[in-house]
Structure formats: C-alpha cells, structure tokens
C-alpha cells in the first residue's frame, strides 16, 4: 500500500487508501490525484500522499501510448481479443469505454462511475474489487489492432477498407515453428503491465468484462518478471536460461534512435492515422529448460555468445563492451558464428534494433513433469519487414540456441498514438 | 539442430569460475586450486609442484588476446590437460587427474607458437586417488571406439537406405513402411553426429515444421508423409518419388564420407550421449518426430543405444573419476530399457499413438532419470 508510507497510524493508512481510489474515480478524467486529495481538505495529508501517488502513476495522455517506453515494470498480463460485434459504432463504443476505464485504472483508481463499492446494492459492483487498497502500481495499458480486424476472409469490416497498413502484414512461418492458432493473433491486443501482478490482472479482467457482448478474449498471457530493460535506470535483468536478457535494448534516453527504429513516422507508413503508434510484436517461446538445464556452463556460453555471471561477451570487457566478433577463438571465433548474440546483433542486421519488453512467463506444467515455462517476448519497431522478420528468420535457421525454444504462438499489431484528453484510443483510424 | 559436434562452439574444457582474483601474483585459491595468471608475456602457476590425483587450475586471462592453458607430460609434446578459448577478463578452471611425475605448465596467449612453458612436479601422494598412468590413452581408446560406431553405424544407414529408397521409388509402399523405422534407428543412434552436418540434416532429416516458405520438403519426413498419408489423393508421383530417394541416397552417401574423417573429442561423446536424451525429452517422447508413422519408439530405442554406446566407451575414465554416477547410469540405463522393453512387439515396437498419456509420461519420467545424472558425465570424463 502505497500511502501507508507517508501516514502516521495503520488506521490512517488504510482510511486513507480507501479514499484515495473512491474519490478519484469521481474526478476521472479532469484531475489527478492532487485535486482529488485537496477538495478533503486533509491538504497536509494530500501533499505527502500525492507525491507518493503520482510516483506510482504512469502517465496516460500523450504523443504514444504508455506500456513501450515506459520503464519495464515487473509483472505483465496481456489479453487478445476477437471483436464479435458487426457495426463499427459498437467497435467505437467499446474503445471509448475502455478508454475511460484506462484512465482510471492507471490512476489508481476503480473503474466505472460507483467502483467497486458504491454502486447499486442490488447490481454487481462496476469494479470487481481485487485492486482495492492497492496502488496505481505504475500500471500502463497499451491497446492495438490486428490484421483481422481490418479485414477477414477476404471481406472487409467495420468500414475500414484503405485501413490496413501494409507493414501490418500476416507473419510467416520461421522455421521450426510450432504456432498454436488459438493463442496466436486477434483482432485486438492489451497489454497490461503493472509492478503488481494484481493491478495488471485487474486492468485486463475488467475490460474484458466491459467488452462482453463486443469482444471476447481469444487468449491471454501472464508475465512474472520482466525480461528487458528500457531505461538507463534500470538493471539488466534475467530470462529463464539464467542470464542477462536485453543488454542492449533501445531506452527511453535514446529518442533519436526511438524515431529511428519504433515509432512510426509520417513518411514511414501509408496510414496516416498511425502516425506516432507502433507495431508489437508478441511470442510465446518455451524454453526447454530442463535439457537447457543439464547442458554444460561452457555450452550455455557458447549459446548466448555471452558470460553468465557479468553478461561480458565472450570476446572480453564488460556486459556492456562492443562484441568483437572477429576476435579469434582456438576453434573459429569465440563468440561462436552460430551464438544468439552472434546471429541477432544489430551488426548483422544493417543497424535494426527493435524495443524488446518480453516477460518470462510459466504456465503450470506440460504434464510430463516439465515446467511450461519461457519468454513471452514483446517487441515494439516501426516496420517488421525490416526488422523482427529478417531477424527471425535469421534466428530460426542459424541460432544454436533454437534447439531449446519453441514457439507456440505468434502476434502483430498496430499500436495507435497515444490520446489527449477527450479522445478515444484509435480515434483517428475512425475519425481520421 | 544440434551443434553439440560443431567445432566452433566446442570448448574442450570450460567450467567457468567466477572467483573474482584479480592477483596479478597468482597465489594459490583458497580451495587449494592451482592460480595461473596469462597475459602476454608472462604464465604465472602459483606454485611449480602439486600431490598426485586431481588438480584443478585457475586460469585468469589478464591479457588482451584469448589464451589457452595446457598442462604437457614430460616430453613436452603430449597434453594431459588443456583449457582453450579463455576469453579476455575470462576465468576458467582446467580440472585434470594426474599420476606423479614431471610436466610442463604452458599458456599460449594468441593462440599461437609453443607457448609460455614451465617445469611442473606431480609429487607421489596426494589425495589417495588412484591413477592411471595414461588417462590420456584411455580417452583416446574411448574416441577412437566411438568413432568406429559413427562409421558402422553409417555404413549401415547407407545401406539400409538404398533399400528403403528402392522400395519407395519402385512404390512397393508395404516393404518401404516396413523398412522405415530400423532403418532410420542407425540415424537415430548417432544423431547428434549426423546433425552437425547443418547442409545435410535439414535436407535428409527436417519435419515440415522446420522448414520455411521456399524450403524443399526433401528427405526421409517426406517420404514417411507420402507412404502414411491418409488419403491417396496427395500421393506423390512416380517422378516425384524418385526425385526424394535419390536425394536420400545421394546425401546419406555425402555424410558416410563426411564421417569417415571424424576424429571426437572425449567430451564431445560424452555431451553426445546427452543430447541423444535431450532429442528423447523433446521429439520422441512427446511423439512429434514421426508425425504420420508413429515409429517414435523406434529412434527412443536407438538414441537410448547410441547415449548408452558413447557412456561405455567413456566408462573406465568415469570408473576412475567417479565410480558412484558410474554405478548410477549403468541402474539407469538399464531401468528405462526395462521401461521400453514392456512396449516391444514383434522386431519392433508399439506405436506412439496406442500410448496412454499416464504411459507416456511414465516414460518421459524414466528420461528424466538418466538424462540427469547423465548431464554430469562429461565434467567426470575430461579430467
């Protein structure tokens, strides 16, 4: 609980928190945290709380949606959906709807007019109530639209003939592949990241309520620790093979090279309503990491091409020197030509470098005793025809580190602009 | 595909300790390891004498260029031990089992010329361990009996697969599907071998997942698709089949060469023998190999053999270095072919398909069991 920091008395705390998410939901949309707190006229209270408050808030108005540059939080629920409503002004109803509920969750507060609590004794509470007491938790709601919500077979929906972006392409099947179409693609995509992985689940159990009868959930995902780093603020943290995953991902700092590689430009797209968004790639990759786990530390080196413990390329310095990938080894060059980093490097690829947020996931076991455990990589580039495909297909032929992987499922979409107040997410596809 | 037997990404030894010294006067660790500091004029061995038994060096390479640490028997020719590709900063550790006598201590920053050598003593004592005069000996009689398998078992793969390829060609689709699984078992037993060949294997071995859109589905999962496909309608030509088995023939003849020049390393049989289980755990067991013939038995068999082959070649260095996970793979082994063994019918096998799921995953336990304990084989063996 975020407040109880600031207060004097556990009482306080908890009375306090209560107010905090009831009395912003009746602000929603015009005011923050700090106007809510200062009509209580507790105005002592409001200044330590709204420090504190606004620290764990993310913002949700801007040029381009929260959840990309963000700083990678720890936990991650995203959702897929599949729009069964047929009119586009239902389509149009649920964005705003869900607009709105976005908003309020990243504030901290419940979603709805009444929240969880304070509606209708005789009607099923607006908020399901699991998020109560607890903080914004730096919560971002990124929302997108997949291929097929612009057209499907071959029949064009929602009045978006023109729509489609051409580098909203159908991916193609990487070698090796094992795509389950269940869990792969939709019409639409949310993702949720929170530090508590209850903020997050929250955020998407209840749009996917509030899109009931418009859309339904094709499939959903639950990340337990971030994979990557996005801000020079943060360490580089470890994927499920025990090392340092997303050394040298692109960071909030480096709005050049942001331009240059995620967001779409004005002369980068043929749509002009994704201006400012972005494209996200998702990939549920499981990790074999039993047999990842018998296999030597010098094996598992020659894999990554990189130190476990420092994350150093295996040609020298530290987890942040240049790769030498020229550097003679006793057989071939040490960092192997087949190594992950090798093969995937920027270097390889004319300088393509893609914002990678992926977060290791587990779902149960497989019923052989293994752990269904890996990476749910999340990308976010402005072109994946120059970017996540050739890399991918670089990778499916040539990475020894495939031999413990397996893709089961596969995602593009387009991410809009973000919004300014008033606006609906998506709006200029619509009103464009 | 499996790179276990790719030169390039082989480090004969490589347990990488991170003991932070940073000691430019190589004095001895705490754990009574020997410390050696290369750079690129210097090797400074920490001490110039050990007991007898089992030796541990700590290389740290302090120089700019990657190093390697040999450890030379008295004619300064033939090596006891060695560490390569020690990368710059890098530490690794040469652990090696040594009887008493004199050597040589040698790094070779660059990687080139013979090295910066010193005289080293192996005093009688030490820690009790017994050891042979000559493990260097015995693990060249394990790599050279192993590379006598990979040859035989080559030999007939091509032989076997002429017949197969005959059968299909000439659409004999009864002695083609009864010919499919053995033959294929001489592939399966020394896979890992036959896959480093990244040309071959996709061409000869790949699933149809593996390929990509402009691929050729070639090979022998092409073969078994049209012999066991369900209906007739996608049956392949007469031209068309026998395009796929003069491909087959062609290439199995191109790999019986290739292997006839191998020469293994005792850790590359030994993380063979391991990945052998890993091809199990992830492809046989799981019944996703043979798609349509359901043959998956057939190559768990055969990669349980070819594992068990390469652990016995290696077996009397394992006897010497660690008697007690030599006891324990020998129950092992011996426990998950008692498990295949209750599915055996007929030549062969039942097929994937007629498993229950509580069998199957009876069987992915058993490979649980040997595939663990086998994992810490190849740290026992190169000592």
Known sequence: MVDERNDQTGAEAGAGAKINRRFLLSSMGIGGAGIALGALGHKAYAQTNQVAALEDQVGFYGEHQSGIVTEAQDRMHTAAFDVQAETRAELIELLKVWTSAIAQMMQGAPVGQTGALDGSYDAPPEDTGEAIGLSASRLSVTVGFGRTLFSKDGKSRFGLEGKLPAALIELPHFRGDMIEEQRSNGDLIVQACADDPQVAVHAIRNLARLAFGTANVRWSQIGFGRTSKTSTVQSTPRNLFGFKDGTNNILAEEAEDLDKHVWVGTGGTDQPWLVGGSYMVTRRIRMHIETWDRSTLGEQENLVGRLKGTGAPLSGGDEFTTPDFAMAGSAGPIIPKDSHMAVVHPSTHGGARMLRRGFNYTDGSDGLGRLDAGLFFIAFMNDVRTHFVPIQQAMSANDAMTEYLRNTSSGLFAIPPGVREGEYLGQGLFEG | ?383
């Open chain 2, 1 to 383: 595909m499996n790179k276990i037997f790719a030169s390039s990404t082989i480090l004969t030894l490589g347990a990488l300790a991170l003991s932070g010294c940073t000691d430019n006067n190589a004095a001895a660790t705490s754990d009574g390891s020997i410390s050696v500091v290369s750079t690129a004029e210097a090797c400074k061995v920490s001490s110039n004498s050990a007991d007898g038994g089992t030796l541990k060096f700590n290389v740290k390479n302090e120089g700019s260029a990657v190093t390697e640490f040999y450890l030379l028997a008295e004619d300064g020719q033939r090596i006891v031990g060695e560490v390569e590709n020690i990368g710059p900063g890098v530490s690794r550790d040469l652990v090696v089992m040594a009887p008493a006598g004199k050597y040589f201590t040698a790094c070779k920053p660059g990687m080139v010329g013979d090295g910066i050598r010193a005289d080293f003593a192996i005093n009688e004592g030490g820690d009790g361990t017994e050891v042979s005069a000559d493990r260097a000996s015995l693990q060249k009689t394990a790599t050279d009996q192993y590379a006598a398998y990979v040859k035989d078992q080559t030999e007939q793969l091509v032989r076997g697969t002429e017949k197969f390829a005959d059968a299909f060609a000439a659409g004999d689709e009864q002695l083609a599907k009864s010919l499919y699984a053995p033959t294929r078992m001489h592939w399966e037993r020394i896979e890992p071998v036959a896959e480093s060949f990244g040309d071959l294997d996709p061409i000869l071995d790949a699933r149809e997942a593996d390929l990509e859109k402009g691929d050729e589905f070639t090979g022998w999962h092409r073969a078994e698709k049209d012999l066991w496909a369900a209906t007739g309608k996608d049956k392949m030509s007469k031209a068309e089949r026998t395009k796929i088995a003069e491909g087959m023939v062609k290439n199995t003849k191109e790999l019986y060469d290739r292997t006839q020049k191998l020469q293994f390393t005792t850790d590359q049989l030994a993380n063979g023998a391991k990945s052998l289980l890993d091809e199990v755990a992830t492809g046989k067991v799981t019944g996703e190999e043979e798609t349509f013939s359901h043959t998956d038995l057939w190559d768990f068999q055969a990669n349980v053999e070819g594992a068990k082959i390469a652990y016995q070649d290696l077996q009397p260095l394992l006897a010497e270095s660690d008697s007690a996970l030599d006891e324990q793979l020998k129950k092992k082994f011996a426990a998950l072919q008692k498990q295949l063994d209750a599915y055996r019918m007929g030549d062969g096998f039942v097929y994937y398909q007629e498993l229950s799921d509580a069998q199957v995953k009876e069987l992915a336990s058993g490979v649980d069991a040997l595939s663990e304990p086998l994992s810490k084989l190849t740290a026992a063996v190169v000592k």
